[in-house]
Structure formats: C-alpha cells, structure tokens
C-alpha cells in the first residue's frame, strides 16, 4: 500500500517560514492533497487543501509541482501558536477503494 | 455547539472484553471515518463509512468492526480487547463521499487502555 513521507520533525523560530515537504509517489489522478494541524489532546483540523500549483489562504500557501508527487506546506512568520503536528493526506485507490492514508506526521516545535 | 462528539473520554478495559466507542455527529455529513493515533505512527485509517448503510475496511481494520444504521451515528466495536488495541481514537465525518477532496472534522478523541 502506498504512503506518504514527512520529516518526523522540524524546529523554527518565531517570525521565520516554515516549509514542510511531503512526497506522495502514487497520489491518482483525481487526488487532491490536504494538510491539517493537530495540537496536544485534540483532533485534527484542516488547513489548507490543493490539486496542482499553488494555493495560499489566510494560514498557508500550498505549494505542488507539475508531477503532483510532492507538497510543500509553508507557514509564514510562524509563532509559538503554530507548535503542533501537521499531516499531509492523500487519498490512493488500492483494491478499488479510496483508502485515505495520513502521513506519520511532522512535529514542528517553534522557539522564542 | 455542531460537531462531532465522542464518548467516553477515555477508558480502562481489561483484555478480552467487548468495547464500543460512540461517535454522533450533527452536520449531516455523508461519509464517516474511525483513526486510531499511535506514537510515531500518526493516523492510520481503521474504517469507513461513504453513506449511511454501507462500510470499507480501512488500512488496520483487523480487530474492528463498525455500523452505519443512520447518517448521524458510527459505533466502533471492540468484540475482544487486545493490549495493541491501546491507542487513542477519532471519529471524523465529512460532507461527500470520501474522497480526499473532503474535509474532514475530528472528533475529540477516545484514549482507550486494555490491560
């Protein structure tokens, strides 16, 4: 079953950007890539979702090559609010059904 | 407040016992969807449910099983608790049918320990 891969972990610093890839080698066609946030003791929650280019709102851009089978999520002038784990989800066929599959997770720790 | 709501919090369960973890949630959403989260492993998709009255097997299905009766309601079930079963669980729904195209919205989450 395909899967997706993200650096377990990241630091930053207050005011600084943040960019964190995911590579996502068997995404389909009709897939589209979305991110969410988790803090400590709570669910996940969206952020930002794309097919192909780039897509920015008020949190952050979204950046994804023509080939699809990468993502960069960008966070401009992080702060200490931002520490948190952020997965990237894609959806696969695999056996005939869309199995949506989370990737392990980037830990982003941001520092004063 | 809409939103999903799970129940319990959290739970004890000695091994062997049957378990079932409720998720209700009030928007009228299509699709359905069980996580559990491990350390270091993130989320990893168990079931799912893309209407009221049909279910898939998600990526660690082995040990669960779930219901849709209705649109509103989506009961993990537990039949005989196993120690690797310990893990925190979330419920989340979504507006259409299950595509990665959808949003999802997490419920709170259950911690669940079998001893």
Same mark, same amino acid.
């Given at each position: 079953l395909a899967k997706t891969t !993200?650096?377990?972990?990241?630091?930053? &610093?207050?005011? !600084?950007e943040v960019n964190i890839t995911c590579s996502h080698n068997n995404i389909a066609t009709n897939d589209y890539i979305t991110w969410y946030q988790q803090f400590p003791s709570q669910g996940p929650r969206f952020i930002i979702q794309g097919y192909k280019t780039k897509?920015? +709102?008020e949190v952050a851009?979204?950046?994804?090559?023509?080939d699809r089978k990468s993502s960069t999520l960008s966070l401009p002038r992080v702060s $200490?609010?931002?520490?948190?784990? &952020? &997965?990237? $989800?894609?959806?696969?066929? /695999?056996?005939?059904?869309?199995?949506?599959i989370f990737g392990a997770g980037t830990r982003l720790a941001v520092h004063p | 407040i809409a939103g999903i709501t799970q129940a319990p919090t959290s739970q004890i369960l000695a091994a062997g016992r049957r378990?079932?973890?409720?998720?209700t949630q009030d928007m009228?959403? +299509?699709?359905?969807?069980? &996580?559990r989260q491990d350390l270091g492993l993130g989320l990893r998709l168990i079931h799912y449910s893309n209407t009221a009255g049909t279910t898939g097997k998600g990526e660690v299905p082995d040990g669960y099983s779930v219901s849709r009766a209705n649109t509103?309601?989506?009961p993990l079930t537990l039949a005989s608790a196993v120690p690797s079963q310990t893990s925190v669980y979330f419920c989340a729904s979504s507006d259409s049918a299950g595509t /990665?195209?959808?949003? !999802?919205?997490?419920g709170p989450g259950t911690r669940l320990t079998v001893l």
């Open positions: !993200q650096p377990i972990s990241m630091d930053s &610093y207050e005011g !600084q897509v920015t +709102n851009s979204l950046f994804i090559p023509a $200490l609010s931002d520490t948190a784990v &952020y &997965y990237c $989800l894609v959806g696969f066929f /695999s056996g005939g059904y869309n199995k949506l | 378990m079932t973890l409720r998720c009228r959403h +299509n699709a359905m969807y069980w &996580y509103d309601d989506f /990665s195209a959808d949003t !999802q919205y997490f």
